[in-house]
């Protein structure tokens, strides 16, 4: 499966919006009958994707919960390919980039096939394994823990050697953005990671589609002014848009693949 079907999206997206649902709303709005919602259900719940109770079901994801790399990876793909196409055109050659772990820094990853004589550094075993027969292109594997499923590189040694090297250009993912938090990330292991990558960055790319707004996740990652782009596929709320822009960061909007976006920095609106 390698996008979730629209009546699965449509119950994810009613959760997240509203906190719960019930079957008898849901038959109604999408035209099925109770027993399809209910197995709808159950197979949300056999991904580990939502919780389901007598009548209904909710968010199986509390702050810390962190969903299966696999889960992620389908959910609200088209929107995450859209954003990986835009963000792999920001790269040109002789450049130094990282790329964080994450399915959306995934999909950027699969857009730089044409992409020549440039260093990629990243802590994702699966992000690296894109590059692996590429003679190209420099490859740097930090080293460190393996997180199982994620095939993700943590701890000191990952940090350490991630901390020995400056980047052009960091391409950043998160668990979760908002005005108050930040950018925030569902495990204490991956953030630091990520604290140890923006602080060598000339520029910080956050790219993360319009589900992450509004929510918060475990563990603090960055203050949103340690950003220099957002690239997402919708207009942010009204009052983290107002932050964003009041502090000069570049929010690139792209609706379509292959669109060119919609660019907001400051008070001026420009299309890229």
């Not at 790399?69 to 859209?82: A, D, G, V």
């Not at 420099?138 to 050697?161: H, K, M, Q, T, Y």
Request: hydrophobic share 40%.
């Amino acid at each position: 499966m390698s996008t979730l079907p629209y009546r699965l999206q449509f119950i994810l997206d009613q959760i997240e919006q509203k906190g719960s649902v019930n079957v008898l709303d849901l038959a109604e709005n999408l035209s099925v009958s109770d027993m399809t919602i209910r197995r709808d259900l159950r197979e949300l719940e056999s991904i580990g994707l939502i919780r389901r109770f007598h009548g209904g079901a909710v968010s199986s994801r509390g702050r810390a919960y962190e969903p299966p790399l696999f889960t992620r990876k389908i959910e609200n793909q088209t929107q995450k390919e859209m954003i990986g196409k835009f963000a792999a055109n920001m790269v040109v050659e002789g450049d130094c980039i990282a790329l964080d772990v994450g399915s959306t820094t995934y999909q950027i990853a699969l857009n730089l096939t044409k992409t020549k004589n440039i260093t990629i550094v990243t802590p994702s075993l699966q992000i690296a394994s894109v590059f692996f027969d590429r003679t190209d292109i420099r490859l740097i594997i930090p080293g460190g823990i393996v997180r199982p499923v994620e095939n993700s590189l943590i701890g000191d040694i990952a940090r350490w050697n991630l901390g020995q090297f400056y980047y052009d250009r960091l391409f950043l993912a998160a668990g979760a953005i908002d005005l108050s938090s930040g950018i925030t990330e569902y495990n204490i292991d991956d953030a630091m990671i990520k604290k140890a990558m923006i602080k060598n960055a000339k520029e910080v790319v956050l790219v993360a589609d319009s589900s992450k707004f509004q929510r918060t996740t475990f563990s603090f990652v960055a203050d949103l002014n340690e950003i220099n782009h957002l690239i997402t596929d919708d207009t942010p709320p009204k009052d983290l848009m107002a932050h964003l822009k009041s502090h000069g960061i570049s929010i690139h909007i792209v609706n379509k693949i292959g669109e060119q976006p919609t660019k907001y920095r400051g008070d001026r609106d420009v299309v890229d």
